[in-house]
């Protein structure tokens, strides 16, 4: 945020707030340090160390012999090498390439080669690890409340009555910046034209509503035509239908960097907006995006449904066809915080259609300042 | 566990001292830069030597025994040795008001939280090093004992504190109520997977480590910290010399041999100065008396072989002393004769 008030709105904005409200004009935010973010896929990590760098903390993640995930900080207490490009050995144990010095998954040095005893300091930090809805997640914070039932919901991943697959994205831009796209999809109609835009998500009204660390979104839009993604997502439930649908998005979000959209169309008017979807396709975006530094991020996601579980074709199509529709987000990103990066002293402004980031940025700018960790980045 | 060890200075105002025991001061520090101090850090302070008129500075560790309001508030326990002439009696003059150089928390003995059990062993004033992890494992609701042995009721802080916070958790160990620790039986009786975390004299650290060894225990759940101020023999007077360099000095009871051989102007070599990392390793030509290897670096072998010792933390004491019996200088003082690199 600059210092000098680009126009005088901008100052009465964060001026008149009272005190205890948390201003929503930073353009960029700081990621919270005490929260689970998701460091890799879980098929990625193996018994070859790889390196990942979450909340600005390279890490070496492996797994132990007995295929327990382990995160230490990815240098070693010696001479900083990267762990990462060491070998594990037997049990839990990890061998740093350079002078050999021995770690186990608690970070303790169990081996000094140069010498007979060993040194009682010699740790690296080891970071707490759960392993959940296909992925590893790692808490970078204060350890004594890493508490895995803070770990977002993202049931679908793993439900047996879902299927799908995803993909990570690197995506050269902070993780507010992923988080605000995904709150309003308004934007659909103008990055996503060919694919799940049309000009109905921006006529469509939409309600906003938010719980302790969550936020919802939900946008209903009746008796439309399906464009062209949804066309082929229908078809594939009910062959040839050609008739117009009711379609829905329900953006969820859990602080503070999990969205999970529940998205999909029914045939119009068989009563999909008061409960009954038997006649729609019904798919989940899930998304959580793990800050990597402030201006870079690992944008987790996978596309879920619930219907034709038995087709790998399905599955490969839908993540072939998600993939592409993330490329024009990722693109879109990318240039916004090379904008924003070349235009320090112009603000933010806000419309209507950010209600739903604009929660998501309040939360997460409570959680900073609890944290102390409340400061503006240019 | 993710605390970094860049020494930070700032300073610190005393907010409030209190006796704990006959030779333990509480003393409560406001430092100027907070930051949050996890279970198993030190802070470093600069004292000044009331002897000394150059306003010649000490460092000394002092484990956070207590941290409040993420760091803004820090205790430190400081225990003056009968004997001690140096740092710990600067400590003890402190008034509140004052003001001191300190650094923000540092941590080598990092709690790792998630463990399957803990023993947290304390002995005398080692129990400034553990008090705060036993509150973190209590607040954790995790499986753990906190065995704190010292001399005397009246010699061990916090008892009681320590007793009504952890109720049956806490198992102590008089000497003078004949509850002396029995070390091989208490190892003996652990599950594998405890990881133990102890601090105090170094007697109780060797036969726990001793035992530990025996038992074939994982040798990384041994978790201790030592700032390497506790000896086989009390600290005793005793001369040093470097023939090459024509360096000739005494180290008193409350200097290190490092120390004195800095002040005598010799150029050492160090890292750690407690004793654990081996750089200020010099050789040993000449003895006259005992070594007290005070450090951790050298294994059994090397240390009774006695060719090299560790001159930040090991002393050299009078033969016949042990426990603490101190030869007056009119017997002549234990000597060494060394070369350095
Ligand atoms: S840098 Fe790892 S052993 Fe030296
Ligand atoms: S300086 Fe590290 S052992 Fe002496
Ligand atoms: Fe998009």
């Known amino acids: 945020m600059s210092i000098a008030p680009a126009v005088e709105s901008t100052s009465v904005q964060t001026t008149s707030r009272t005190s205890n409200a948390s201003s929503t004009t930073n353009k960029v935010l700081g990621y919270p340090l005490n929260a689970w973010y998701v460091a890799a896929w879980d098929y990625e990590v193996t018994r070859k160390p790889m390196s990942r760098r979450i909340a600005d903390r390279p890490l070496a993640l492996y797994r132990a012999e007995d295929g327990r995930a382990v995160a230490l900080a990815d240098a070693c207490w010696h001479r900083l090498a990267p762990l990462s490009l060491g070998k594990t050995l037997a049990g839990d144990q990890i061998q740093c390439p350079y002078h050999g010095i021995i770690y186990n998954s608690a970070g303790r040095c169990v081996s000094m080669p140069a010498q007979e005893t060993i040194n009682p300091s010699a740790t690296v930090p080891s970071f707490p690890v759960v392993e959940r809805y296909r992925y590893v997640w790692v808490w970078l914070g204060d350890a004594t409340k890493a508490d895995p039932e803070l770990i977002p919901d993202m049931w679908q991943m793993t439900d047996p009555a879902w299927a799908g697959d995803g993909l990570t994205i690197p995506v050269n831009c902070n993780f507010q910046l992923v988080l605000d796209n995904l709150m309003d999809l308004t934007h659909e109609e103008f990055v996503h034209g060919s694919s799940i835009g049309q000009e109905e998500l921006s006529e469509s009204d939409f309600v906003v509503t938010h719980e302790g660390n969550t936020v919802t979104v939900t946008r209903w839009m009746l008796d439309i035509d399906a464009p062209p993604f949804w066309r082929k997502n229908i078809r594939d439930k009910f062959p040839g239908y050609e008739g117009k649908v009711d379609r829905w998005q329900i953006i969820h979000f859990e602080s503070p960097s999990t969205i999970c959209i529940d998205v999909g169309v029914a045939k119009a008017g068989t009563g999909a907006p008061d409960g009954d979807r038997s006649q729609g396709v019904n798919g989940y975006v899930m998304n959580t995006i793990s800050p990597e530094t402030v201006k870079t991020s690992h944008y987790f996601w996978a596309f879920m449904r619930n219907y034709r579980l038995e087709s790998q074709l399905i599955t490969t199509q839908l993540r072939d066809g998600v993939s592409r529709v993330f490329k024009e987000d990722e693109d879109m990103l990318e240039a916004q915080q090379a904008a924003i990066d070349a235009n320090p002293d112009y603000e933010f402004y806000n419309l209507n259609i950010d209600a739903g980031g604009m929660w998501v940025r309040r939360l997460i700018e409570r959680q900073l300042a609890a944290e102390g960790r409340l400061v503006p980045f240019a | ?341």
């Open chain 2, 1 to 341: 566990m993710a605390a970094t060890n860049i020494e930070v200075w700032q300073q610190a105002t005393v907010i409030e001292t209190t006796a704990v025991t006959e030779h333990i001061k509480r003393i409560v520090l406001r430092p100027d830069l907070p930051r949050r101090a996890d279970p198993g850090s030190h802070i470093d302070v600069k004292v000044n030597l009331p002897s000394s008129t150059q306003g010649e500075a000490l460092k000394r560790s002092y484990s956070v025994v207590e941290s409040a309001n993420d760091g803004a508030r820090l205790t430190v326990s400081v225990f003056r040795a009968p004997s001690s002439r140096g740092g710990s009696v600067a400590m003890h003059a402190l008034q509140v008001g004052d003001t001191l150089e300190v650094t923000q928390p540092l941590q080598n003995f990092p709690l790792r939280i998630g463990a399957p059990r803990y023993l947290l062993l304390a002995g005398g004033i080692g129990i400034t090093a553990i008090a705060a992890m036993a509150r973190v494992l209590r607040e954790l609701h995790a499986d753990y004992t906190l065995v704190y042995a010292g001399r005397s009721r009246a010699a061990m802080a916090y008892l009681d504190d320590l007793q009504q916070l952890h109720g049956r958790q806490l198992v102590a160990h008089i000497n003078d109520e004949g509850t002396n620790l029995d070390v091989a039986s208490l190892v003996a009786a652990l599950a594998p997977d405890t990881e133990l975390y102890m601090c105090g004299p170094i007697r109780l650290m060797d036969s726990v480590r001793r035992s530990w060894l025996e038992k074939q225990l994982d040798p990384a759940n041994l978790r201790f910290e030592t700032f390497g101020n506790s000896g086989w023999y009390a600290p005793q007077e005793f001369t040093v010399r470097i023939p090459r360099l024509g360096i000739s000095t005494t180290v008193s009871p409350d200097r290190s041999m490092l120390e004195a051989l800095e002040d005598a102007g010799a150029d050492m070599m160090f890292d750690c100065r407690k004793g654990e990392c081996g750089l200020c390793e010099v050789r040993v030509l000449r003895l006259e008396g005992a070594i007290d290897h005070r450090d951790v670096f050298y294994s059994d072998r090397q240390q009774k072989a006695g060719e090299k010792i560790c001159c930040c933390v090991s002393r050299v004491a009078s033969v016949g002393a042990v426990g603490g019996a101190v030869q007056g200088p009119e017997q002549g003082l234990p000597g060494i004769v060394i070369e350095v690199p």
